[in-house]
Nanobody, 127 residues
Framework: QVQLVESGGGLVQAGDSLRLSCAAS????????MGWFRQAPGKDRELLAA????????YYADSVKGRFTISRDNDKNTVSLQMDSLKADDTAVYYC????????????????????WGQGTQVTVSS
């Protein structure tokens, strides 16, 4: 059983940057591909970024490509999401998630592929 705890959310202005972190415990972190999702009010949860177990493969949704960067530290059992050039449309609850995958290079790019979820952290971007 993996526990995930997000941190770093808050209220920022459009154009600002924010860095979210997710701390994992209760499992072997390096056996999990990781992802960041968000859900805005009245909208479906969407995958923003994903990273493979070894950190060498990444995926970004078009909506955040070039603005957000996902990274992980397998020694510290953390995954981060650096968010730059934030827009009001980025306002949402942000979740990290873990997917048990066999390959060190594999990505999980669907919600159903994820096994564990954090409780979420609110990001609000004022325009």
């Amino acid at each position: 059983q993996v526990q995930l705890v997000e941190s770093g959310g808050g209220l920022v202005q459009a154009g600002d940057s924010l860095r979210l972190s997710c701390a994992a415990s209760g499992g072997t972190f390096s056996k999990y591909a990781m992802g960041w999702f968000r859900q805005a009010p009245g909208k479906d949860r969407e995958l923003l970024a994903a990273i493979s177990r070894n950190g060498l493969n990444t995926y970004y949704a078009d909506s955040v490509k070039g603005r957000f960067t996902i990274s992980r530290d397998n020694d510290k059992n953390t995954v981060s999401l650096q968010m730059d050039s934030l827009k009001a449309d980025d306002t949402a609850v942000y979740y990290c998630a873990a997917a048990f995958v066999g390959s060190s290079f594999a990505l999980a790019t669907t919600q159903r592929g994820y096994d564990y979820w954090g409780q979420g952290t609110q990001v609000t971007v004022s325009s």
